[in-house]
Nanobody, 118 residues
């Protein structure tokens, strides 16, 4: 069973930056996974923030375009989300996901809280 562990969440002032990391363990063929970051606002469904394909093609939700950058390190089985110019509306629990393009099984991290407040 693939395990994903996020880190890097916390509290930051508006305009600040954070980098989230998510490392996968017990995983084979990590380069063959679609990887993504999602977030969930209180009382809302989880929504896509950004994703990256095995070939490195990225896609971003409109609210974060130009401010967030997703990347992957296949050598270390890690996904990153660089977040800059953070706004209070970015406050949410952030989850990483990994979907195998071989088996189409999807895995989730436990989530990490990001709070943007002055």
């Amino acid at each position: 069973q693939v395990q994903l562990v996020e880190s890097g969440g916390g509290s930051v002032q508006p305009g600040g930056s954070l980098i989230l990391s998510c490392t996968a363990s017990k995983v084979n063929n990590f380069p063959m996974y679609n990887l993504g970051w999602y977030r969930r606002f209180p009382g809302k469904q989880r929504e896509l923030v950004a994703d990256i394909t095995p070939r490195g093609i990225t896609d971003y939700a409109v609210p974060v375009k130009g401010r967030f950058t997703i990347s992957r390190d296949n050598d270390n089985n890690t996904i990153y989300l660089q977040m800059s110019d953070l706004m209070p509306d970015d406050t949410a629990i952030y989850y990483c996901s990994a979907e195998s393009t071989l088996t189409w099984r999807n895995y989730w991290g436990q989530g990490t809280q990001v709070t943007v407040s002055s």
